[in-house]
């Protein structure tokens, strides 16, 4: 191994580029086999015909222009969210809190459009985005100092100030937020039309969403491989103490993957306000976060993947609404579908590791 | 029990590990299995103790053919393996240890396991408490209780990995002593190791590997080392470097045009002159960490010098080590680096006055093994929005090409091997550095590696960085030191110059004969 003459290290690097090709298409093909076997089984039991399904799942959210429409307004917080985890990805943290930060995001950004409705609605939506931002930092900066300060395991740390997120939210739709007359645990009362972001035609596609989305998509993708404090953060994420050995301060680094990371999602959530609800609701989130997680986990700190994979994502979501009423099963087959999908993957990168450890 | 195998072979990618190895190791006997790093010393005895399974040929234990799932198996065969590092639990004790680790029904109750605990540890001279949570065991205690809940588990042959590395001489003594006493009970014992002394003063025969392949089959103990270094090395070393025969523990005549300085030959005085500028100076610096502690430390250290620093494992060098690189600060006293006062310093003021930390576990705290040269020099360049690839590229290159290492500018450090990654390590110190602090600098290296390590250190030493290393190693020690701070039970000598003491002598201080703490 360590006598090698430059003969014999060329042919051992050219088997090597040869077995990462075969790594790389087993890496894509497998868990696609895998996700669809295992939806496949779900459906046949179900006793539904998987290819109906699946044309649904796959092609229904560019039936129509408003299903394609929903698709995007879908999108785009998910790639807010997963474009922010690849930050904390890389920072080898996860941020599970992420569905907090959309909700504490969503309801900062209500702050700006309850006191004042009176502004001209592109700066009062620019106060409610800066808002929602700060929002989603602070709570994934909480969950940083109950990490680097208390060493609670992030994880846990998030998971407890999502529930404390929701209970926020709720209390404030319950209680001083409430509809005029009476209380509704639905949500707030809407805003006004002026205030909701233009669309196209009547569709309920804004598209201020996906370009904010994108704009933040290309900065991520450029922080993490051309910034120095990418690669800072990267280091600090594979080896935090040789990081720090050589210089990057690592726990400064976690702290604002953290709230970089949080900063997205405050944006996801005041899209959410904004473009989709234009209330604040207890599930303002829809779960963007959650499913957000499931993109990086297929994705890890690769931000170039997750226009591609957040897009297939809310296609299968959006695509799921239309199989009860043609299909008459549950719209929660997109979730068997995603959850199937990074099931797969994560067991053929298993099985790749086990494999090349062997 | 007799160990026999026939034609094995272990490839790993592109590399035989092991190339049809056949060799029978008798029983009653202690078997030393020599060899340098990536000799396949390891992989072998991982085949006969279950942990790898062998790509082609045979086991025999007894004259009976086996087949190893695991190491379970192979321990039911009785065949149990102690390795370098502890496979342990640390959150547990010794006890718990034994219990969890014990096939089914080995031991119905506690007190029993607790009775053969103390029973076997004193039987072989071991000093091991039951109740003791193995975290708090030093290396060599962990690596007692190993050997007892293997043999306890029902091993008749035992196999040792490289198992004087890293506890006291004491232990080591207890462990040399257990261990004929295991031979003379009837059990094997297989004792890998590439320290030619140990294995003259334990085996009974000695086999040599290089390059997966068998060099040296069953010699009878002893041999001449010079024959056993050619077997290992091949005849190039041998030939061409005293300095492996050095460190190996053997005086030849110096070869010429070896850029190595050597022990006696030195052209520096040995006392510094007193107009040197210092780099390090300590005063009344008093520091703890854990159970090890520092008193009343005074300690000057002028340029250009290498100071070794021995003693028994946790004697206080690594305590010493992080302080001198600003990692530890001291409860009192003062600590100067270049004349300034940085005793309540950051590290990151500590790197900006010159001062470099090199720790031992590479892979743990030394580098980001995913990352590539590039990265790393990226990292290290100055603070900016942008990393400058292309400088970093070049940074690289410079690197692979000073400092022989074999990999290119953007190949993951952890795909080096170890010589490799420690000389990445060094190349990453700066220029401008003015004290390295090394703990360990050729820990898990060939001789070879580790004379290119050393030239590089002395390389640096000759424009005016000091050199402070701890080393287990006494001839390494003894090798490269200018002066030597003996460790000995939370006590610092002072610094003792090299041309005063000789090999045995410093093996004296370092098991606290004769040991003077500096004047208070």
């Not at chain 1, 009547?202 to 998509?217: D, E, N, T």
């Not at chain 1, 993708?221 to 051309?226: A, G, Q």
């Not at chain 2, 854990?290 to 004697?315: C, E, K």
Request: include cysteine; charged fraction near 15%.
């Amino acid at each position: 191994m360590q006598i090698q003459d430059a003969g014999g290290q060329l042919t051992s690097r050219t088997t090597y580029r040869l077995a990462d090709l075969a790594d790389y298409l087993a890496r894509l093909v497998l868990p696609f086999l895998g996700a669809l076997v295992l939806t496949t089984v779900v459906l046949l039991t179900v006793d539904v015909a998987p290819l109906d399904a699946y044309r649904i799942l796959l092609f229904g959210a560019f039936s129509t222009p408003i299903r394609f429409g929903d698709m995007v307004m879908l999108a785009s917080p998910l790639i807010l969210c997963a474009g922010g985890l690849t930050l904390t990805f890389a920072a080898g943290l996860y941020n599970l809190g992420i569905e907090g930060q959309v909700v504490l995001g969503a309801i900062a950004a209500m702050i700006p459009l309850r006191l004042f409705p009176d502004l001209p609605p592109p700066l009062l939506w620019m106060i409610s985005f800066a808002f929602g931002a700060a929002g989603g930092m602070i709570w994934a900066l909480l969950a940083a100092s109950l990490r680097l300060g208390a060493g609670v395991n992030e994880i846990f740390a998030g998971l407890g100030l999502n529930f404390l997120a929701s209970g926020i939210a709720l209390y404030l739709i319950l209680g001083p937020w409430r509809r005029e007359g009476s209380a509704s645990s639905s949500g707030t009362a809407l805003l006004p039309r002026e205030l909701w972001l233009p669309t196209v035609g009547s569709l309920r596609l804004a598209p201020l969403a996906p370009i904010i989305a994108l704009v933040s998509l290309v900065i991520v993708w450029w922080v993490l491989s051309r910034m120095r404090w990418g690669l800072e953060v990267r280091a600090v994420g594979l080896n935090g103490a040789a990081a720090d050995r050589l210089g990057v301060p690592a726990v400064k680094r976690m702290a604002q993957a953290m709230a970089g990371c949080g900063l997205l999602a405050g944006l996801a959530g005041t899209l959410q306000v904004l473009g989709v609800f234009h209330q604040l609701i207890p599930n303002i989130s829809s779960g963007v976060g959650l499913i957000g997680l499931l993109v990086v986990l297929l994705v890890l700190a690769r931000p170039i993947w997750v226009l591609p994979v957040a897009v297939v994502f809310a296609t299968f979501t959006v695509g799921s609404v239309q199989l009860p009423l043609t299909l008459g099963i549950d719209s929660s087959i997109a979730g068997v579908l995603q959850g199937a999908l990074v099931l797969a993957a994560l067991v053929s990168r298993g099985l790749m590791q086990r494999r090349r450890r062997a | 029990m007799e160990i026999a195998v026939t034609n094995l072979t272990k490839t790993f990618g592109s590399l035989r590990a092991n190339d049809r190895l056949s060799l029978r190791f008798a029983s009653g006997k202690i078997h030393g299995v020599l060899g340098e790093n990536g000799a396949g010393k390891s992989t072998l005895m991982k085949l006969v103790s279950g942990f790898l399974q062998p790509d082609a040929g045979q086991l025999e234990f007894d004259g009976q053919p086996v087949r190893l799932r695991g190491p379970g198996d192979a321990l039911g065969a009785g065949v149990g393996m102690v390795h370098q590092d502890p496979l342990d639990v640390p959150g547990f004790t010794a006890l718990e240890n034994l219990l969890c680790a014990a096939p089914r029904r080995a031991f119905p109750s506690r007190a029993m396991a607790r009775t053969t605990l103390t029973t076997m540890a004193q039987r072989l001279g071991f000093t091991l408490a039951p109740d003791t949570p193995v975290g708090a065991m030093t290396v060599g205690q962990r690596q007692q209780l190993e050997i007892v809940r293997l043999l306890a588990c029902g091993a008749r042959t035992l196999i040792l990995d490289e198992p004087t590395t890293g506890i006291t001489a004491a232990q080591a003594q207890a462990l040399f002593e257990a261990l004929r006493q295991l031979a003379a009970d009837g059990n094997t014992v297989l004792f890998v190791s590439h320290k030619l002394d140990e294995v003259a003063a334990l085996c009974d025969t000695v086999s040599v590997l290089r390059t997966g392949q068998l060099v040296g089959e069953q010699l009878p103990m002893p041999q001449p080392q010079q024959r056993l270094l050619e077997l290992m090395f091949g005849e190039r070393i041998v030939q061409t470097s005293g300095q492996a025969l050095l460190l190996a523990g053997v005086t030849v005549n110096e070869p010429p045009g070896v850029p190595v300085v050597h022990p006696g030959q030195d052209e520096r005085s040995s006392e510094a002159s007193p107009t040197t500028p210092l780099v390090w100076q300590l005063e009344q610096v008093t520091a703890r960490e854990g159970m090890v502690r520092l008193r009343n430390v005074d300690l000057r250290i002028p340029q250009g010098r290498v100071i070794g620093l021995a003693g028994l494992d946790g004697s206080g060098q690594q305590l010493l080590l992080r302080l001198l690189a600003g990692r530890l600060h001291p409860d009192s006293g003062r600590i100067l680096v270049n004349g300034v006062d940085m005793t309540r310093a950051r590290t990151r003021t500590y790197r900006e006055a010159g001062i470099e930390y090199l720790p031992a576990d590479r892979m743990r705290d030394g580098i980001v093994g995913a990352l590539s040269l590039t990265d790393h020099f990226a990292l290290l360049q100055p603070a900016g929005i942008t990393v400058d690839r292309q400088v970093a590229v070049q940074a690289a290159r410079d690197a692979i090409a000073a400092y022989e290492i074999k990999a290119t500018p953007i190949t993951p450090l952890i795909a080096l091997s170890g010589g490799n990654q420690q000389r990445a390590m060094l190349a990453l110190v700066p220029d401008a550095c003015r004290g390295l602090a090394c703990e360990q600098p050729t820990r898990g290296l060939d001789v070879a590696s580790a004379q290119g390590i050393w030239q590089r250190l002395q390389a640096r030493c000759a424009t005016g960085c000091s050199v402070v290393f701890a080393s287990a190693d006494l001839d390494e020690l003894m090798a490269y030191s200018d002066e030597i701070l003996v460790f000995f039970a939370g006590e610092m000598s002072a610094l003792l110059p090299r041309a005063t003491l000789t090999g045995a002598r410093l093996a004296e201080l370092i098991g606290g004969v004769g040991f003077e703490r500096s004047a208070p």
